[in-house]
């Protein structure tokens, strides 16, 4: 009897390797158990099959009764389960992926540093792009062709033909547009499976507030006031800030989030240049490619960053010299005596 009851427990995880469903496997156990019984019930004593089935019939009896109780209680555990958790109010889950949206991301899905989980992590990311000039068009732009779920696109300016050399995502035809409008628009006619919302206004104390709603923020401003106080207000708020900057031939940018042990932009940049001592792009001029270069970088970054994939610029500064080819990757540290995150703020 042992025998036939080692058979079962064999078939059973036979089952269980070749993923047979559970209910599959029950009725196979039913049937043998059955089998057996019959055997026992229909064959005289003294049988030699007999002696190999056990013998004895009340023995085998008390084993059935004893395995329909098993069952029987855990068939009444389960219902009880199955209806507490129907009782339950169910947690908020965020929406599968259409079969669009799993057609759209299917390059993304593929990479083993990003797949489903990645996606999906991109789709319920909250990403806020300061500057909707060279550096945000083609951010914004990689960012929404990404599948980042709901973009924030903060800029005061309207689209001035000037900008068009450069700020691939406003149109000539959308000149005289608010920017914010414009970079909408043009976000939603390549994804319309995201969110934006556009903030018409600059980066302002007053306004900084929107940081909180965000989960990641991306500076591309073109002036040093809004750049070194968009660190201070996303340091203060925990944000991490992906803030990148461009001159002429050359580019910079890094991944700040002296929350989490990195420096910020004002422990490797202490000095604010006085006011006209560095030209910006409209008195200095800058190549049409490289805003396209480093904000593409900045989307980059901002996948990386959100998806847990490879190693982000964190702790590190990119500088890019378009002119010469050449980018060049420094460590950079915190600066204990910061004035944004040092140890007496
Ligand atoms: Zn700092």
Redesign the pocket.
């Known amino acids: 009897m042992i025998g036939i009851l080692l058979l079962m427990a064999g078939l059973w995880g036979l089952g269980a390797v070749f993923r047979t469903p559970r209910r599959a496997r029950l009725w196979a156990m039913a049937v043998l158990w059955a089998a057996v019984g019959l055997g026992l019930a229909a064959l005289p004593a003294g049988h030699p099959l007999r002696t190999v089935l056990g013998e004895d019939l009340r023995v085998w009896g008390a084993l059935t009764l004893l395995a329909l109780l098993g069952l029987g209680y855990g068939l009444l555990v389960s219902r009880l389960k199955a209806r507490a958790e129907s009782t339950q109010p169910k947690a908020p889950t965020t929406p599968a992926f259409s079969s669009e949206e799993l057609n759209r991301y299917a390059r993304h899905i593929m990479l083993r540093e990003i797949g489903g989980p990645g996606q999906k992590a991109l789709k319920n990311a909250r990403v806020l792009v300061i500057g909707a000039g060279g550096l945000g068009s083609p951010a914004l732009l990689y960012l929404a062709a990404a599948g980042v779920g709901c973009i924030g696109v903060m800029d005061g300016d309207v689209v001035d033909a000037s900008n068009l050399q450069r700020q691939i995502i406003h149109k000539d035809k959308g000149i005289g547009l608010a920017k914010v409008q414009s970079a909408r628009e043009a976000i939603l006619d390549l994804n319309p499976y995201v969110t934006v919302r556009p903030y018409q206004r600059r980066f302002e104390d007053q306004t900084a507030s929107v940081l909180q709603d965000y989960d990641l923020v991306l500076d591309g401003s073109d002036n040093f006031d809004t750049r070194y106080l968009v660190n201070k207000k996303a340091?203060q708020a925990g944000v991490p800030l992906i803030s990148a900057a461009i001159t002429q031939w050359e580019g910079q940018i890094s991944l700040y989030d002296?929350a989490h042990g990195t420096?910020?932009?004002?422990?490797i940049f202490p000095d604010r240049p006085a006011p006209g001592l560095v030209p910006t792009c409209a008195e200095a001029g800058v190549a049409a490619p490289l805003p396209g270069v480093i904000g593409a970088m900045m989307a980059m970054e901002a996948v990386k960053h959100l998806t847990g994939a490879g190693l982000t610029l964190r702790g590190r500064l990119l500088i890019h010299d378009a002119l010469y080819a050449e980018t060049r990757v420094i460590e950079i540290t915190?600066?204990p005596d910061?004035?944004?995150?040092?140890a007496h703020q």
């Open positions: 340091a002296p420096p910020c932009y004002e422990c915190r600066r910061c004035a944004v995150c040092g």
